[in-house]
């Protein structure tokens, strides 16, 4: 991953200059794109990101200043470089203002020409160890394999992890997608029968006339077909749990004899008389509104609160939209790894698309998108166009809503605040960055002496992901 090459795109309508530049930028480990005309570029760019854009500010069609702007709405982290001869030398210090990187004149000082890009190749090696480390860092926050930073997701983690050691029984209410069954394994791994079983049941996938033989068991002869003695899925958990999924699609004389087994924990198996003694924890999981079954008369009301003893409601990903950066980071870095392919993260126009679409499927649909574009994505970023394509059906919701809840950390709100240290560290790495990994400029960003600064990357651990910086050499001093 760390020896992924930064992108570089030439934009002159002069193919010698083309040629020339390709070559040097090949030699100093640019992955080199070309182009003779700026129409030509933004949709490139649109396609496949660059680091780096060295553009000719006088070509035939849109100037290189128009292509400017444009790159600055659609790639604001892009560095720019404008290429000029004397003559226009004062529309290219204006093109510095706004906002390109420099500019060289022609005919060129090759020299200069290396230094600068040897310069954005060692910023951009540095910038992807550092989105490295977010990775690592959104890794590391994970709660039995679910991602969840803002104040909703806390709750519910809260809710597992003082739960989890004393339910016997548990409802857990979401629509589809939002993690039930996350939910049910952790109940399950943090209680004390991680050891034993965990026998999931998809209640709406069982013929009903096999429910109670399925789930009780049953003995020899008990019906046409028992040509042996079965036990069911109650008893195979036994000591462990059982997972009751779409719970909601019980056949009510089942639900009868479900209740009684929670009460008794006992279960007879079909066709016997002999009570089995069983100690199970029953998790059981809905995307109906129970309650509204329960009032059409479909859904036991002495079971529904038998069950709902405790429950735990998972909210929709539109209603969490703090979590999507960190869960798009937690998916990136697994199907990175999965498709063995160096991707680093998203352009910020990709981040964007996905905090304002509508997410219906919620966190499944999410998953979906980003396995999707990450196995078209090329370079280091998944871009806009990798997603397109996936989420076309996906209604936009307005932008006011979405970026009020943008920013990670920023919906936190008071009732939940995250704990110091994690706010400091989230804090450092946003610093190093910022300015791209530059420790002396972080440490007097944050107002502390270099050494001081090296003794908080040690103390949370930050210490070893980042090289000695190869831009600030010198001696350490406080
Ligand atoms: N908080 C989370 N962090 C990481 N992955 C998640 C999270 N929530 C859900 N997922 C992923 O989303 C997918 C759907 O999750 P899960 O199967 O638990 O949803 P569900 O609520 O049971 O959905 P359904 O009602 O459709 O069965 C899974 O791939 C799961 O790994
Ligand atoms: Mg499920």
């Given at each position: 991953m760390q020896n992924q090459r930064p992108r570089l795109l030439v934009v002159d309508d002069d193919r010698a200059i083309l040629t020339l530049i390709g070559t040097i930028a090949l030699a100093e480990g640019f992955d080199v794109?070309?182009?003779?005309?700026?129409?030509?570029?933004?949709?490139?760019?649109?396609?496949?990101?660059?680091?780096?854009?060295?553009?000719?500010?006088r070509m035939p069609g849109i100037t290189g200043l128009d292509v400017l702007r444009s790159i600055r709405d659609v790639s604001p982290k892009c560095k720019v470089v404008l290429m000029t001869g004397f003559a226009t030398i004062d529309s290219a210090v204006e093109a510095v203002k706004l906002g390109a990187l420099d500019y060289l004149t022609k005919p060129f000082d090759l020299?200069?020409?290396?230094?600068?890009?040897?310069?954005?190749?060692?910023?951009?090696?540095?910038?992807r160890e550092v989105l490295t480390l977010e990775g690592d860092l959104a890794q590391r926050l994970e709660f039995c394999g679910m991602v969840g930073r803002g104040p909703a997701m806390q709750e519910v983690f809260g809710l597992i992890r003082r739960l989890a050691p004393h339910v016997r029984t548990a409802l857990i209410s979401g629509e589809t997608g939002t993690g039930k069954e996350l939910v049910a394994r952790a109940l399950h791994k943090l209680g004390p029968r991680s050891s034993k079983r965990f026998v999931t049941v998809n209640c709406s996938a069982v013929v009903e006339t096999l429910f109670e033989s399925e789930l009780f068991g049953h003995v020899r002869g008990a019906f046409t077909g028992a040509t042996e003695h079965k036990a069911g899925l109650f008893e195979t958990a036994d000591g462990g749990t059982l997972f009751l999924d779409e719970v909601g699609e019980l056949p009510p004389p089942v639900q009868a004899k479900l209740l009684r087994v929670l009460e008794e924990s006992e279960v007879q198996r079909v066709g016997s008389l002999e009570p089995r003694k069983i100690d199970v924890r029953v998790v059981a999981a809905t995307n109906r509104d129970l309650l509204t079954e329960v009032a059409a008369g479909r859904f036991r009301n002495d079971l529904y609160y038998r069950l709902n003893i405790v429950d735990i409601r998972l909210p929709k990903l539109s209603e969490r939209r703090e979590d999507i950066p960190y869960l798009t980071a937690a998916f990136v870095r697994g199907f990175s790894q999965r498709f063995n392919k160096p991707l680093v993260g998203l352009t910020p126009g990709a981040e964007r698309m996905l905090q304002e679409a509508a997410w219906d499927g919620n966190v499944r649909q999410l998953r979906n998108v980003i396995e999707r574009a990450c196995i078209l994505a090329e370079g280091d970023f998944v871009s806009e166009g990798d997603l397109s394509g996936s989420m076309q059906e996906q209604r936009l919701v307005p932008a006011a809503a979405a970026a009020s809840a943008a920013l990670p950390?920023?919906?936190?709100?008071?009732?939940?605040?995250?704990?110091?240290?994690?706010?400091?560290?989230?804090?450092?790495?946003?610093?190093?960055?910022?300015?791209?990994?530059?420790?002396?400029?972080?440490?007097?960003?944050?107002?502390?002496?270099?050494?001081?600064?090296?003794?908080?990357?040690?103390?949370?651990?930050?210490?070893?992901?980042?090289?000695?910086?190869?831009r600030t050499n010198e001696p350490v001093s406080s």
């Open positions: 794109a070309t182009t003779t005309n700026g129409e030509d570029a933004m949709k490139q760019l649109r396609q496949r990101p660059a680091e780096l854009v060295l553009l000719d500010l020299q200069r020409l290396r230094q600068l890009l040897a310069t954005v190749r060692d910023e951009a090696a540095q910038r950390g920023a919906a936190r709100g008071e009732s939940s605040p995250a704990p110091l240290v994690e706010v400091e560290r989230e804090h450092i790495i946003r610093t190093l960055q910022q300015v791209r990994g530059n420790k002396a400029v972080a440490a007097r960003l944050l107002g502390i002496s270099r050494r001081a600064f090296y003794r908080q990357l040690e103390r949370h651990g930050l210490h070893q992901r980042i090289p000695m910086s190869t």
